[in-house]
């Protein structure tokens, strides 16, 4: 099993495949707003992640998880669905997009902190903060937080705990359900049925006026459920366990950046320089903590930890 061997080969195609996925969440769910309630679009996004995953598992072969390590996937499920996609679906109406997108973008950052502390096979070393640190100052240039409305407390605290869910799934899958050698299709599949259970009520109780399903509606759907759920998180889960928690959290860095791209030539948003700036800074702060540039350490020795 992988100890974060860094971003290599097939491991770096893999990257940044779930962060254009990743990216490509956001305008969709843009999109499918227009004619769903936040509940609805949670239930669907995971039912249809859940559908696709369950489909090709089954193709493969790829029998369901047994036994107690249903509990784990449970868990998974909450910390890297349903938590996360409620409270920003509820978050994100009461507080500014820029701000909203700052305190998700903190999520490597928290995971950094949390591996490093409950994981030796991790620890933080100098360059890896460093250039985590610049790479968040990218996020904060792109997403340009300072010309949006801050919006409510309760929406900003709802937007950092699901940064806070994230951090502690990328965590918790790496220590403790990566390490059994399961096939990550399967677990995904465990997971994403686990939490389209769980967001059933919700969408009932919570869902509010009867779904507008127009052309544009079901294709955002369509795009977030299949790719941007289904496929973005089988991808997700190999990529934590072939370079660590931490490496992998990275992903939430470029993932606005991959938005603001899609947003500028799907759907005809203007592009500013804080996005070019945002986006170099962004690219430098990430090669420097996977060693590709700068000064590298000195073959055979590893860098000091923080």
Do not use: D
Not at 24 to 34: K, Q
Not at 66 to 71: E, H, K, L, N, V
Not at 189 to 197: D, E, F, H, I, Y
């Amino acid at each position: 099993m992988s100890t974060g061997r860094g971003l290599t080969g097939p491991s770096a195609l893999r990257f940044l495949l779930v962060a254009a996925l990743g990216g490509a969440s956001f305008p969709s769910v843009r999109v499918a707003l227009e004619g769903l309630s936040p509940a609805q679009l949670v239930f669907g996004r995971v039912l249809l992640g859940a559908a696709v995953v369950l489909v090709i598992a089954w193709m493969r072969g790829a029998a369901l998880p047994r036994g107690r390590i249903w509990g784990h996937v449970i868990v998974a499920a909450m910390l890297g669905n349903v938590l996360p996609f409620t409270l920003l679906s509820w978050g994100e109406r009461t507080t500014g997009a820029g701000i909203a997108g700052v305190l998700v973008g903190s999520t490597p950052l928290l995971t950094l902190v949390l591996t490093a502390l409950a994981l030796p096979a991790e620890p933080a070393t100098r360059r890896k903060v460093a250039g985590m640190l610049v790479a968040f100052l990218g996020v904060v240039v792109l997403i340009n937080p300072w010309h949006t409305a801050f919006g409510s407390l309760g929406g900003q605290v709802a937007c950092l705990g699901a940064a806070l869910s994230y951090a502690a799934y990328f965590f918790y899958v790496r220590k403790c359900l990566t390490p059994r050698g399961l096939a990550p299709l399967s677990l995904i599949a465990g997971q994403l049925s686990v939490a389209a259970v769980l967001e059933a009520p919700a969408a009932l109780l919570l869902g509010a006026a009867a779904p507008h399903l127009t052309a544009r509606v079901v294709a955002g759907m369509l795009v977030l459920g299949l790719l941007c759920t289904g496929l973005g998180y089988v991808q997700l889960f190999r990529l934590i366990g072939e370079v660590g928690a931490a490496t992998a959290s990275a992903v939430n860095y470029l993932e606005p950046l991959f938005a603001v791209v899609l947003s500028v030539s799907l759907l005809g948003e203007p592009v500013t320089w804080n996005m070019i700036a945002g986006g170099l800074v962004l690219f430098a702060g990430v090669a420097y903590a996977e060693n590709r540039i700068g000064t590298p350490p000195r073959s055979g020795l590893s860098e000091e930890s923080v």
